[in-house]
């Protein structure tokens, strides 16, 4: 970015349609900013020059507009209600990309721990994390959950995660839950020798939510997760910015289907679910993989994680993508053909499908991401491992293939 | 609502596309909930009973599916994560309705004044509010402010409302501009023995803004503004739980049209900004009008306003309906024949672009409410009132047309 757009944040839009572009881009930067000018006296220009939004090109229906740092205090309800509130109403229009100067950009928390914290909590480098969901939360006691966490951890996972639509959890109560897990997770460690990070599900009234995330914190949680959307992206801001909640936050897309898919209205994937989380704050962003039956576009799932571990990216570090549904071993060669190392496989099906149980859906993964980190193929190394054999012979080999099953694990 | 779904919440989905949909509604059902049903044991399924959900209607792509409240708190992320979470990425699919048994919608605050209460509040009934909002806020003094204040104050309306981009406020800071637009508005009264409110844009990190509107209150705010999608439906919601904070809540659309106006995706507008709003408790809800340049298909604005205002709907209060966006005078009677009397009239252009000034401005609207109150035709009324008569020679009389100008005000 030149020099001249240093105090400004410039949103491209794409609007549908036809008729004079240049003259509406003009009434976006001017009705989104200071709402008129033409008619204002030389000194109400003079005095309102630093916030009045600019063109900065019309390319057809392609339009980029310039927001002045002046009008925005670095978070996400101001950014995004500046750039696209009420133009959002205003015919078809999508918000397709924001670009922030580094200065504004490092006004933003950015993931407190990144990859590299990440992994230095799990004291794991060189392959990519593995993940797995919980198959169901809802109604099971704490005997049935930390049982289904104990599976899971047997088999080799570096973490766990709650179901996102785990609300109401009168029967197995947030505080009693994490301690039940985190001494699961204790045992489990003490069979494979290998740490493993629960996301619990963070939940309740927003205002309350960085004082239950303390509080978890001070109780040993190792990992937060959020559903973001539903609870706005300010919460994940301010849990990130807060010095004493020092643990992975891991960002939930539920909703982002809301506003994403069509092609004339919402915000395209990658902003939405890359910039704006790294910016956030989030250390683990999930979005739809360009594998299931309900896959992201390819080109655009990755953009997104591209947003997310550019090392050159502002804010300094970078999150981890977790690109989630329709993940079995098989694929594992192929997504870090398309992500590299630096990224989570999450599986809910996948390990828990396996014939033998989730500890041997976990021990294929596992089996599927070594073999992938030392080049070897994978029905080579299904040779050594019989549980990698059965999930190859259940879910096919190293090319994707859309399963049958449901959305983001 | 038959006793069957008394403890279900139920929502209607749209699905595009073929396939067989009872099978699809099924996959909902339990995908959404429990995750999977067929292999479970009977005893597993007896304990999992009351959390499964269950498909209530198939009727081609329009899917029913009723999701147990034992699966929810009285929340709108738990709501909206339940229903639509990772359903909202699951191909062409859009959240047309939810519906809530009395007993759930009971657990959820509603308007704490509502339209009876905000009129006690203004001591005005028999005929619609007028609200007016800054022509511009960002980048003006605290003189400059009030001076606009002071000037829509004199024209006789009963709100005032901020800029909805209005966060950078290093100029006028919140509380310095609320106490000097308190006391303007005293000035004002003075005048004109009419008492107006000022919808103050409340902004800050997400979990301090309860703390800030409750000490806003202490200083005698007498109403506040929120952009209710960017940060969040529970923000809303925790601001009108809050015994303290016990002035209107006026809900902004900003970001709305990210979410409704596609057919394929997202969340109707009624639902959206009518159901869910008054569910959260918002005193008074902008939406766009049926009229203006970025106009709501009109079926969808009256069904939005009278989700608000149906006095046999629950929450027992209902909202003020704001229809907003190309509002002036000579649109009032019509206005008053789509929604009845328990309406805002709220206008930017249409009060400020007023030849004669925002004063002469709202006393067109003022006038022209009066007359459709006594259903004396506009045109009549202007030979009585010059200010009207110079509105309608600018923009037109009875019939609505569009104007040029900008969105939501």
Redesign the interface.
Known sequence: MDDTWKDYVIATYRLAGGGDWTRKAE?IAL??????WPGLSAARQA??Q??VGRVVSVDAGLIRIAYPL????P????L???T??????????R?LDLTLPPTFAAAFPGPQLGVDGVRERLGVHGRPLLMSIF??C??LTLAELTEGFFQQALGGVDLIKD???F??DTDAPFEQRLEACLQTAERARRETGQTVLYAINL?G??????EKARRAVQLGANALLI?VL???F??L??LAEDPEITVPLVA????????Y??D????AAPLLLGTLMRLAGADLVLF?SPYG??A?DRTQALDLAQRLTDRGGLPDRPSFPVPS?GIHPGLVPHMMDDFGLDVVINAGGGIHGHPGGAAAGGRAFRAAIAASVAGVPLEQAAAESSDLRIALDQWGGGTPRIPKG???A
Not at 205 to 210: A, G, T
């Open positions: 009434t009705g989104m900013t200071v709402g008129s005095a309102l630093r916030h002046a009008n925005l205090t978070d996400l309800p101001s995004l209600t500046a696209f509130g009420k133009l959002s109403m205003d015919g078809k229009i918000l198959k169901s809802v109604g179901d996102e639509i609300f109401n939940t009234p927003v205002h309350r939510l960085p559903n539903p609870y706005g300010d919460l801001q301010r939930h897309p539920a909703l982002a289907g809301a506003l898919p069509s004339d209205y919402g915000i739809p039956g309900m992201l549904a449901f959305p983001v």
